[in-house]
C-alpha cells in the first residue's frame, strides 16, 4: 500500500466468497462494509451472519422491540454495500461466551456457505488506541477463528452431517479480522467509501438512541460520514483510504 506511514501488503485477492461474522447489528458497518463494498462491486459475494439481534443496544427500546427494529436497519445497510444475504443466529446479545454451542453454530454455517474468506471483529482485548473490546466482540472474534478449522473436520460436530447433512467444509484460506489493534493487511477503498457511510446511516435508530435522553440526538447521515472519516481518513499524500485487517493464513 503506498501512502501510509507503515505500508501493509494488500489483503490477497484471489478468492470469491466470504462469509463476514459478527456480534451486532452494525459492527461491520463501523469500517469494514468499506472493503465490503468494495468487493461486491468486482462480482465478489459476501454474506453477512450476525450472531444476536443486537436486542440489548438502545436503551428506549424493550429487548423484542429493539431486535426487530435493528434486524430491519442491519439489512438495509447490508443491502447498500452490496450483500443479499443476511442471517441471525439466536444468541444473548451481552452475554456471548466461548460454548461449544456457538462454535457449531458458526461451523454450520461455514459448511453451509463454503467461503474462501471470513471476516470477523476485532478478537483482542482492546481496540487500536487501548479501549477496553466488549465480551461480545471478543468471543465471537476468536469462535470465528476457532470455527474456520471446525468446519473441515469431521469429527467436530458430526451431527451436522447425520443431522443436517452439511459436510466438513476446508476450503477457507484466510480469516481477516477488522478492527484489530495489529493489523497485517490492508484494502484500499475508493467508491466503497461513501457507500460506507450510507450503510452505516441505515442504522437510523440505534444511531439515534447512543447519547443520553436528555442530549439531542445525532443526525445518522453526518454521524456515519464523520466516524468513518476519522475511522479511515484519507492519507496527506491523497491517497486511498484503507481498511485494516488482521489476516490469519491457513
Do not use: K
Not at 25 to 42: I, K, M, N
Not at 194 to 212: K, W
Request: proline residues 11%.
Amino acid at each position: 500500500m503506498t501512502g501510509n506511514a507503515t505500508p501493509l501488503p494488500a489483503l490477497p485477492d484471489d478468492w470469491h466468497r466470504a462469509l463476514a461474522v459478527a456480534a451486532h447489528p452494525d459492527d461491520l458497518e463501523y469500517g469494514a462494509a468499506a472493503a465490503v463494498a468494495e468487493w461486491t462491486a468486482s462480482g465478489r459475494t459476501v454474506t453477512y451472519l450476525l450472531v444476536t439481534h443486537g436486542e440489548a443496544g438502545i436503551d428506549g427500546l424493550t429487548p423484542g422491540e429493539c431486535a426487530t427494529v435493528r434486524e430491519a436497519e442491519e439489512r438495509t445497510g447490508a443491502a447498500l454495500v452490496g450483500v443479499d444475504t443476511v442471517e441471525f443466529l439466536d444468541h444473548p446479545d451481552g452475554t456471548l461466551t466461548p460454548t461449544p454451542a456457538l462454535r457449531r453454530d458458526l461451523s454450520a454455517a461455514i459448511r453451509r456457505h463454503r467461503p474462501d474468506l471470513l471476516l470477523t471483529l476485532n478478537h483482542h482485548d482492546t481496540w487500536p488506541g487501548g479501549h477496553w473490546n466488549t465480551p461480545d466482540h471478543r468471543t465471537v472474534g476468536r469462535a470465528t477463528l476457532d470455527a474456520a478449522t471446525d468446519a473441515g473436520n469431521r469429527w467436530i460436530f458430526p451431527d451436522l452431517v447425520t443431522e443436517e447433512g452439511l459436510p466438513p467444509w476446508n476450503g477457507v484460506r484466510r480469516v481477516a479480522v477488522a478492527g484489530s489493534p495489529t493489523p497485517t493487511h490492508a484494502v484500499e477503498v475508493g467508491p466503497g467509501f461513501d457507500a460506507a457511510v450510507a450503510s452505516l446511516a441505515a442504522h437510523r435508530t440505534y444511531i439515534q438512541g447512543l447519547p443520553p435522553p436528555d442530549s439531542p440526538a445525532p443526525d445518522p447521515p453526518a454521524y456515519a460520514r464523520d466516524f468513518l472519516d476519522r475511522t479511515l481518513p484519507p492519507t496527506p499524500e491523497g491517497a486511498a483510504r484503507i481498511v485494516r485487517f488482521e489476516v490469519f493464513s491457513r
